[in-house]
């Protein structure tokens, strides 16, 4: 799929968020439950009209920042395999913080249409550490391991700090001349979440270029939103009780499609 056709008329991902994995000290040996949620998850988000879904080892903490233990990545290449067996939508993985080889590798072996890389062409700095920007380390792997998978990009992706703190407009563009499919902005220059007014910068920034909005939408802003992004990513927002909720969902992607329609 290209990238042309997944934003053409708004794209709402929802999030396949996993419970503490193998390896994690928040881990409670429960492989079986997590992974009947999380194909429960994936089930709704796709029955309830999302356009794209990525799985993340969300819960894991404290967070790895480079590489997660093998037990865990393990676990989670079994279930992206099964979620893509039945997912006829766009389908993501993302391995935080920053596992980049381990994400592309994934998404290499299960066919994922994109991975979501948080330090892409910037260096950040937060409570796991540091991880620096892998843009061109990631281009000899896409080469040594040539795949159609998309690679949607963080600038200052969220909870960090940049070392040092560049723009995310100029990274923005940095990213495009490092053959990013899309940008994700979660905040602003001043750490807080990105406004729609900080996506309408971006957006006069960067021209028509895909922007994402990967966190702080609601019912309530996610049309100020759209005005200037491409997609927006939905994660605890369609949640209750730590599930993922269908008629969060609904009414969520109705208020969108009233206005945007497929």
């Known amino acids: 799929m290209k990238h042309e056709e997944l934003f053409k008329n708004k794209m709402i991902m929802g999030m ?5 994995m193998p390896g994690n000290p928040a881990y409670k040996g429960n492989n079986a439950e997590i992974e009947e949620k999380a194909l429960r998850d994936a089930h709704t988000l796709i029955d309830c009209g999302c356009d794209a879904i990525m799985l993340e080892n969300f819960s894991d903490w404290p967070q790895y920042s480079t590489e997660v233990p093998l037990a865990g990545y393990s676990l989670q290449l079994k279930i992206a395999t099964e979620i893509r067996e039945f997912c006829k ?10 596992a980049w080889k381990q994400e592309w590798i994934m998404a290499y072996a299960v066919g994922a249409d994109f991975i979501r890389v948080e330090a892409f062409v910037d260096n950040r700095a937060g409570s796991f550490g540091y991880i620096e920007g892998c843009s061109t380390p990631l281009a000899q792997l ?11 990009t963080d600038v200052h992706t969220a909870e960090t700090y940049g070392v040092p703190d560049v723009a995310i407009n100029e990274l923005a563009g940095n990213a495009i001349g490092h053959d990013s499919d899309a940008i994700i902005v979660t905040e602003n220059d001043h750490c807080k979440h990105v406004t729609p007014e900080d996506v309408k910068s971006m957006r006069e920034a960067i021209g028509d270029f895909p922007i994402i909005v990967g966190n702080g939408v609601h019912e309530d802003n996610v049309l100020d939103y759209l005005k200037y992004a491409d997609g927006i990513i939905v994660g605890r927002g369609f949640k209750k009780d730590g599930k993922v909720d269908p008629e969060l969902v609904k009414s969520f992607m109705g208020l969108v499609r009233g206005v945007y329609s497929k």
């Open 16 to 20: 396949v968020h996993l419970d503490p």
């Open 142 to 152: 896409q080469k040594e391991y040539p795949s159609k998978t998309m690679l949607f």
């Open 89 to 98: 939508i766009p389908f993501g993985v993302n391995i935080e913080m920053n």
